[in-house]
T-cell receptor, first 115, second 111 residues
Framework: NAGVTQTPKFRILKIGQSMTLQCTQDMNHNYMYWYRQDPGMGLKLIYYSVGAGITDKGEVPNGYNVSRSTTEDFPLRLELAAPSQTSVYFC??????????????FGEGSRLTVL | GNSVTQMEGPVTLSEEAFLTINCTYT??????LFWYVQYPGEGLQLLLKATKADDKGSNKGFEATYRKETTSFHLEKGSVQVSDSAVYFCALAGSARQLTFGSGTQLTVLP
C-alpha cells in the first residue's frame, strides 16, 4: 500500500511565487488534513476536509487554500509565498469516524523554503 | 482552548536506560490522548493511545497512562534501544475533529 503520498519532497520558492503541494491517499479515508511543522513548535493544523467537496479552516489557514474534488486528493495551494511559510508540510488522513480512533496516517512531508 | 505541554528536549540516553517523557494537557471535557513518533526523514506514526481516564496505552515496550487527576499522559519505556531514537509527540483529540500536538521531544539513544 502506498498510504499517503506527498509531492514534492523539497521545493525552494521566491517571495511572491505560488505553488501547489499535492497529496493523495489510497486508503479510501474520508478525513484529510494539512499540517505545518515549524522547529520546536509541534504541528499546526492548516486546513482539513471531512469528505469530497467539504473543507474547513484549521488553526493557521491564512495564505493557503485547499480543495477536495475527490476522496483521494487534497492539494494545498500557496498563493504569494512569504518567508513565514518556510516550513515542513505534512498531509494526513484518517477513517471517517473522527479522531477518537486516534490514528492519523501521515505522508513523509514536503520541505518548503521561501527566499 | 486545548493545549499540550511536553518536556523540552533534547533527551540523550544510553542504551537500556529508563525513559520518561512528560506530557500534560489542558482541555475541556474528556479528550482522547495519543503519543506519535517521528523517525528521521519520515512522517508521524501513532505509537499508542488512551481514550478514557486510567486507561493505559502500550506498544513496542512503551507505555502511557491517562491520569485525569493530574491531566498527564507521560510516556515511559523500561529499556531504550538505539532504534528508539526519534521525535515523540504527545497529542489530544478534543472536539471539532482536530488533534492538538505538543512541541515534540527529540530522543537520542547512544550505544
Amino acid at each position: 500500500n502506498a498510504g499517503v503520498t506527498q509531492t514534492p519532497k523539497f521545493r525552494i520558492l521566491k517571495i511572491g511565487q505560488s505553488m501547489t503541494l499535492q497529496c493523495t491517499q489510497d486508503m479510501n479515508h474520508n478525513y484529510m488534513y494539512w499540517y505545518r511543522q515549524d522547529p520546536g513548535m509541534g504541528l499546526k493544523l492548516i486546513y482539513y476536509s471531512v469528505g469530497a467537496g467539504i473543507t474547513d479552516k484549521g488553526e493557521v489557514p491564512n495564505g493557503y487554500n485547499v480543495s477536495r474534488s475527490t476522496t483521494e486528493d487534497f492539494p494545498l495551494r500557496l498563493e504569494l509565498a512569504a518567508p513565514s511559510q518556510t516550513s515542513v508540510y505534512f498531509c494526513a488522513s484518517s477513517y471517517g469516524t473522527g479522531l477518537n480512533t486516534g490514528e492519523l496516517f501521515f505522508g513523509e512531508g514536503s520541505r518548503l523554503t521561501v527566499l | 482552548g486545548n493545549s499540550v505541554t511536553q518536556m523540552e528536549g533534547p533527551v540523550t540516553l544510553s542504551e537500556e536506560a529508563f525513559l520518561t517523557i512528560n506530557c500534560t494537557y489542558t482541555a475541556t471535557g474528556y479528550p482522547s490522548l495519543f503519543w506519535y513518533v517521528q523517525y528521521p526523514g519520515e512522517g508521524l506514526q501513532l505509537l499508542l493511545k488512551a481514550t478514557k481516564a486510567d486507561d493505559k496505552g502500550s506498544n513496542k515496550g512503551f507505555e502511557a497512562t491517562y491520569r485525569k487527576e493530574t491531566t498527564s499522559f507521560h510516556l515511559e519505556k523500561g529499556s531504550v534501544q538505539v532504534s528508539d531514537s526519534a521525535v515523540y509527540f504527545c497529542a489530544l483529540a478534543g472536539s471539532a475533529r482536530q488533534l492538538t500536538f505538543g512541541s515534540g521531544t527529540q530522543l537520542t539513544v547512544l550505544p
